[in-house]
């Protein structure tokens, strides 16, 4: 289980995130993280053979089409399809191997790991970002709380 201060670190320090099965509709969830992603200031690159682009973005075939180096990647593939991709962010240096939510798979994880990357399982890049720097109320949530002062560090 990766800790909130970790969550933290690596939504601060990353920059470019690969959304692997990222739709161009707009009610997949795929789509709206994207779209979150990209509005907070991350660089998105959408990966998905089925679509030439998402959001206006180049989409890519693959992890190892991207030109630029990619921070993240974000999956939104099924766990048995985890460690191909797993594979491939290794390949591309990729800092870490995010899986969304309801994803587990413990060799890609393993292998990732073995491998120098931070490995996050069956969380949610929007929601993680939102519980950890205040953006809950994006997009309808209402938190109930009206601040001005900023998110304190968690500590789990």
């Known amino acids: 289980m990766t800790d909130s ?11 470019s995130v690969a959304v692997v099965g990222m739709s161009n509709k707009v009610h997949r969830p795929s789509y709206f993280v994207g779209k979150y992603l990209l509005d907070h200031g991350y660089t998105v690159y959408p990966v998905n053979p089925t ?5 206006g973005l180049k989409a890519y075939s693959t ?6 180096p990619v921070d993240i990647v ?12 797993a594979k491939s962010a ?33 969380r949610c890049t929007k929601i993680e970002h939102a519980r950890l720097f205040g953006g809950l109320n994006w997009a309808g949530v209402n938190t109930g709380i009206i601040s001005s002062r900023r998110p304190k560090k968690i500590n789990l």
């Not at 679509?51 to 959001?55: A, Q």
């Not at 974000?74 to 991709?85: A, N, Y």
């Open 5 to 15: 201060n970790t969550l933290r670190r690596i939504l601060e320090n990353s920059r």
């Open 74 to 85: 974000d999956c939104f593939r099924r766990s048995d399809q985890m460690l191909e991709l």
């Open 63 to 68: 992890l190892e089409e991207i030109p630029e």
């Open 51 to 55: 679509f030439d682009e998402v959001l």
């Open 90 to 122: 290794v390949v591309i240096n990729a800092k870490v191997l995010w899986m969304q939510l309801g994803i587990v798979n413990e060799e890609a994880q393993l292998l990732a790991e073995n491998a120098g990357l931070d490995v996050v399982v069956d």
